[in-house]
């Protein structure tokens, strides 16, 4: 059997309403008369027998945070600092794609909106070079002497490459090294190419020659020669030599343990010989 809904415990029906009008007439009262829902209170039903509990609980409104957009300034610091992030820990330009380092950006800064890694390879990073560099070219500027340190090599996948490095002293006497070039050597590594590689990246910086102290390499034989084409000190790199002294060391043929009977038939040779050369000056 259907059961009634308790929603008929606050209404009857009214068979006196044949027409439209009627329920119209009906409709009016529901709104400004005595019958509107304004003037209706639920906690009194009117049937006394059935009583409908209205549960109303403590509803209370959450405070809507609003995000609002960052100013053009507040922007360029959250790129600025990305730059730095990137260039500083050495990550790929990628990692500003990867899921990870989104999550943590939209919870701790949701307003801002992410650039691409291309904004950052083609724009951020290089931006922040130009700068870092103009500071380093005026800082090398007010030097008196800088000592150099180069060396060339081939990657595991086959492409060559040669660095140089600038090294000075401080007002505060300490050693403060820059990273003048790690580029690519896609020539003969003769001496004329490393010469000319050389005083390419030194003319690139505006590092005047006769500033140069002195320039610390290995010593293979086309650094060497490239190294006295320049004119510059040459001081040789302490660990290679050490390394080379160590591995020639091996090389040499093993010591042999002679008995005392071949020390002195040895001596004995060796004081023959020596008597033969005298007696043939007398």
């Known amino acids: 059997m259907r059961t009634k ?3 008929w415990n606050y209404f009857e029906k009214n068979s006196t309403i044949t027409s439209t009008a009627d329920t119209e007439e009906v409709l009016d009262e529901c709104v400004d008369g005595p019958l509107s829902l304004s003037n209706i209170n639920c906690d009194k039903p009117n049937n006394k027998e059935t009583k409908l509990k209205r549960k109303i609980g403590t509803l209370k409104q959450s405070k809507l945070k609003v995000i609002s957009p960052l100013d053009k300034k507040t922007v360029e610091k959250y790129k600025h600092a990305i730059g730095i992030w990137m260039f500083t820990d050495m990550e790929p330009y990628n990692s500003v794609e990867r899921k990870g380092f989104k999550h ?3 919870v701790l800064c949701p307003n801002f909106e992410l650039p691409s890694r291309k904004y950052f390879s083609d724009h951020k990073i290089p931006q922040m070079y130009e700068i870092v560099r103009n500071c380093l070219k005026e800082k090398l500027k007010q030097v008196s002497n800088i000592s150099l340190t180069t060396d060339y090599w081939t990657s595991v996948n086959g492409y060559p490459f040669i660095g ?4 000075t002293i401080n007002n ?3 050693i403060e090294s820059f990273c003048l070039a790690c580029t690519s050597l896609n020539v003969d590594h003769n001496n004329v190419n490393i010469k000319n ?5 030194l003319i690139d ?3 005047d020659e006769s500033k140069i102290a002195g320039i610390t390499t290995d010593c293979g034989s086309n650094i060497l020669k490239a190294v006295e084409s320049l004119s510059f000190n040459h001081v040789p790199c302490f660990g290679h030599v050490l390394n080379t002294g160590v591995t020639n060391a091996f090389a040499l043929p093993p010591v042999k343990l002679c008995s005392e009977s071949e020390i002195n038939f040895s001596l004995q040779s060796q004081n023959e010989t020596f ?3 005298c007696s043939g000056l007398i």
């Open 164 to 167: 140089l490095a600038a090294h």
């Open 205 to 207: 910086w505006e590092i």
């Open 104 to 106: 943590l950006l939209s």
């Open 172 to 174: 505060y006497w300490k």
């Open 275 to 277: 008597f033969v050369k």
């Open 5 to 7: 809904s308790k929603i």
């Open 197 to 201: 590689k050389i005083k390419e990246i």
